[in-house]
């Protein structure tokens, strides 16, 4: 077993690192009871009791055990030269002896001293007296000497049996039980009933022993200084061992040298889970896991407040790492990580998941870079990589790059705090290389330069280049048999097809000034060489039926014909003034007889619209998990409701009789409801918690405190419920 290591402990208070718990005997019925002011046994009465001397406590008594045919040792030490041991008893009580004492070298007695062969008086020019009890003899060398003094030129004499006397008969001494002790009952010295020392020096039979400050009682140590410390310190490099549990009140623990709380054990009712700590050889790790009676058990670690959980190290690995420890190896350039996941054989498909609810934030990945190896901030400079994605794979020796996206300050524009121009690029290895080299980069005037060639997929795929034409593909006709109005022909193809027209198809063009005479022998193909403008004092038709005579430049389309067409500038003027300017969020309704209006959409209950820029957000609001406060003792829930209650009484919750799977209730004991709390079951429903189900229509009790709460979850609709979550001392089902 691992030797646990504590400091002192404070009467109601904590254990203090140093210090080691200590194994009092072998057994399940022998347990410690921190903190206090000693050790109790299973029936909470007085084992060992101790009490500190102070702050200027140097000396101390120290518990040794022995091997074989070796007695244990009670021995003093501290910082003095020479410490002593004063047994002291309470009231009138004595101090007994065994039989036999060995191993002490020196022992005071009030003013007597008994050191070697010698019985000394402490006390400068006293007297050492001898004096039995009531009508008990002095013996000294096993001979029994007069009770009283002789008459005037008595003679001391002895009758032969060890009895000394001078005119008296001999005093009879019998021998009494083997092993028992001789105590002081006040008027004469009695056996002892059950304390027994045998030949070995083992002590037994004793109930109850007081040393110093520590009381010795049953499976108890405990101390009788008020809040005095219990201080277990074995000799040299020794341990103190336990076979067994220790058991620490709720919310006590571990505190430093200067008695701050360094671990708090705080404890759950009916709990079943706990952590477990365990050591590991050379080259291995310790491990901190979770075990218990559930088959999948979480592990939780919380931060207090909005404090966070910080891992510190040089890195942190999530999963099984196989031989690359915490980095990875391309192509011989080791990366190194403060972060990795790392699966082998795992059947997760995905290894890293960003998952979250919320209605205005999406899961978002965020990189930062600082220029400085310092906690200094230090602004990035043009050209300076900031966030980089390498995909590497192995290769059948080593792992080698099959492309990466880097995105970084461009290399040229102003940086500061208004200006942050970009890059970016996209990079693939090519066959036969293990370099990614470039194929697309994108710098921040949004120019996109492709190392190679571009294919715009197949089918109904197009391309847009800033017009409203859409274009579906680019064609090598050169007979232009495929054109059509979605595809454009390759600079060969056009001078193909003009190469190859007839040459007796172009015609001369001859006339009057500002007329033009068009030869029509070949309508698709007339050749105009005009030096001036052209009049067209009739009508025109360009492909049509419709014969145009005139062109207007009318802002009001006044003067619109079904034989004119207006300029470009007359139509926009025109579109302009009749179409409305809309707001952001706008939008036009229609409007019976009349032009459509502009106007915002008016939200209805539970609806908010929120107009952007050429944007309109709809969204649903209130709902969610209603929360009610319960002043009463009396209480019928509805679903996906959180109930807080006040009254300071026990008060009954009574669960609804209709609800669906997925329904859940909250019952929260304020700091004023001391009573606790009662969730009912309505008739013929069940309430499960821990694997355990009530009675139909039955009931969860929780104790009489403050602060208790519970959340059921509904798992078969109108029938039964589930604890998902309990803050409890004891939970009682009915």
């Known amino acids: 077993m691992t030797t646990i290591k504590w400091t002192a402990f404070n009467d109601g208070d904590n254990v203090k690192v140093g210090d080691e718990v200590v194994g009092l005997r072998n057994g399940a019925n022998y347990r410690f009871d921190f903190p206090g002011n000693g050790i109790l046994d299973e029936n909470g009465n007085y084992l060992l009791a101790y009490i500190t001397n102070g702050a200027g406590a140097v000396n101390y008594i120290q518990f040794k055990n022995n091997a074989t045919s070796n007695a244990p040792i009670l021995t003093t030490l501290g910082e003095d030269a020479d410490v002593g041991l004063t047994i002291s008893t309470k009231g009138s009580g004595v101090i007994s002896m065994p039989a036999t004492v060995s191993d002490i070298t020196q022992l005071n007695v009030d003013n007597i001293r008994i050191d070697g062969s010698t019985i000394s008086s402490t006390s400068t020019n006293t007297n050492v007296e001898i004096t039995p009890n009531g009508t008990g003899d002095l013996v000294l060398d096993g001979l029994n000497w007069p009770q009283a003094d002789g008459s005037t030129n008595s003679i001391l004499y002895t009758n032969g049996a060890g009895q000394l006397g001078w005119t008296t008969s001999a005093f009879p001494v019998t021998p009494g ?80 040298e200067n008695g701050n709380k360094q671990l708090v054990f705080n404890t759950t009712g009916l709990a079943v889970n706990h952590i477990d700590i365990t050591n590991a050889a050379t080259g291995n790790s310790p491990i901190l896991s979770v075990e218990g009676d559930d088959a999948d058990i979480d592990f939780t670690i919380a931060a207090k407040g909005t404090g966070n959980i910080l891992f510190d190290g040089s890195n942190v690995i999530c999963g099984n790492p196989g031989t690359e420890a915490s980095g990875i190896n391309i192509n011989g350039v080791t990366y190194n990580s403060t972060f990795k996941v790392s699966n082998i054989s795992a059947t997760d498909i995905a290894q890293t998941i960003l998952h979250r609810h919320s209605t205005t934030l999406q899961p978002l990945i965020v990189t930062a870079r600082s220029n400085s190896d310092t906690d200094a901030h230090v602004a990035v400079t043009n050209g300076m990589p900031l966030f980089s994605l390498y995909a590497s794979g192995w290769t059948a020796s080593h792992y080698d790059l099959f492309g990466a996206i880097n995105i970084g300050a461009d290399a040229t524009g102003t940086i500061s705090s208004t200006s942050s121009p970009g890059s970016m690029s996209f990079q693939v290895t090519a066959d036969g290389s293990n370099t990614p080299t470039t194929w697309l980069s994108v710098t921040n005037n949004k120019a996109a330069t492709f190392a190679g060639n571009v294919t715009i997929g197949t089918g109904s795929n197009t ?272």
């Open 177 to 256: 039980t083997i092993n028992h002790l001789l105590r002081s009952d006040g008027t004469d010295w009695v056996e002892t009933a059950n304390a027994t020392i045998d030949a070995s020096d083992v002590l037994s039979g004793i109930s109850e022993i007081n040393v110093d400050n520590l009381n010795i009682d049953g499976n108890t140590i405990s101390s009788t200084d008020t809040n005095g410390n219990i201080n277990l310190v074995p000799d040299g490099n020794g341990n103190v061992t336990t076979t067994n549990n220790i058991q620490i009140s709720d919310t006590k623990g571990v505190i430093d």
């Open 463 to 734: 391309l847009t280049l800033n017009s409203s034409t859409a274009i579906s593909a680019i064609i090598d006709d050169d007979t232009f048999a495929t054109a059509s109005a979605t595809n454009v022909p390759t600079a060969e193809s056009v001078k193909a097809y003009v190469d190859g027209l007839d040459s007796g198809s172009v015609k001369s063009v001859t006339g009057t000034s500002n007329e033009v005479d068009v030869d029509n022998t070949d309508a698709q193909n007339p050749v105009l060489s005009l030096s001036s403008t052209i009049n067209a004092p009739g009508t025109f038709t360009v492909q049509s039926t419709i014969a145009i005579d005139a062109i207007i430049d009318d802002d009001t389309f006044a003067t619109a014909t079904a034989t004119n067409i207006p300029t470009a500038e007359s139509v926009k003027a025109y579109v302009d003034g009749v179409a409305p300017v809309l707001t952001d969020g706008q939008v036009l309704i229609g409007d019976t007889g009349n032009p459509p209006q502009a106007a915002t959409l008016t939200p209805g209950t539970g609806i908010s619209i929120a107009g952007g820029a050429g944007s309109i957000t709809i969204s649903a609001t209130g709902g969610g998990f209603a929360v009610a406060t319960v002043a009463g003792t009396s209480q019928t829930a509805a679903v996906n409701t959180m109930y807080i209650l006040l009254n300071a009484g026990q008060t009954t919750v009574t669960l609804p009789s209709t609800f669906s799977v997925g329904d859940s209730v909250v019952l929260v004991g304020s700091t004023a409801n001391t009573g606790g709390w009662v969730l009912t079951a309505e008739t013929g429903d069940t309430i499960t918690y821990n694997g355990a189900a009530t009675t139909a229509g039955g009931t969860i009790t929780c104790s009489a405190l403050s602060g208790q709460t519970i959340e059921v979850v509904a798992d078969v609709a109108n029938t039964s419920w589930v604890v998902t979550d309990t803050v409890n001392t004891l939970l009682t089902l009915a």
